[in-house]
């Protein structure tokens, strides 16, 4: 049967192998890259594409035009006058009778209250300023018994 890796074996692994690599390898050899000199790569001649021959397309066909057509005219249709309708008369409403609104009883005016004294409110009590602060360790004595 087949051995499955689990990926819980991939972080130890990757773990040695950031371990492993070190810094001082990656400068020296850039450092050896700078100081070192290329061997100059000599330039190719750019090849020369051949030029393609024109190609003369001929000429397009003539297509003839189309003689205009005229259209007959037609006559204009005569349309029968419209008859006259005599304007109604707005009939006239009868005038509406005036209603009179019932008066409303009067009623007796309203009694006067007696002026109550404000009432006073008891105070808060106020807070101390300097509140002590409560620790979980008691403060540390410089002095050992």
């Known amino acids: 049967m087949a051995h499955l890796h689990k990926p819980s074996i991939l972080l130890p692994l990757l773990v040695i192998t950031i371990s492993l690599m070190s810094g001082e390898e ?21 090849p020369e594409l051949p030029t393609l021959p024109k190609v003369e397309l001929p000429p397009l066909p003539h297509i003839p035009t189309l ?8 006559p204009k249709p005569e349309l029968p006058s419209v008859p006259q309708v005599p304007a109604l008369e707005k009939p006239e409403l009868p005038p509406l009778p005036k209603l009179e609104a019932p008066k409303l009883p009067e009623l007796p005016p309203l009694p006067h209250l007696p ?5 006073t409110l008891p105070a808060f009590p106020s807070l101390p300023k300097d509140i002590p602060f409560p620790s979980l360790f008691p403060p540390h004595s410089t002095t050992t018994p």
């Open 26 to 46: 990656v400068v020296a050899s850039r450092h050896l890259l700078e100081e070192s000199t290329l061997p100059k790569v000599p330039e190719l001649p750019k």
């Open 67 to 74: 003689p205009e057509l005229t259209l007959p005219t037609l």
């Open 115 to 119: 002026d109550l004294p404000k009432p």
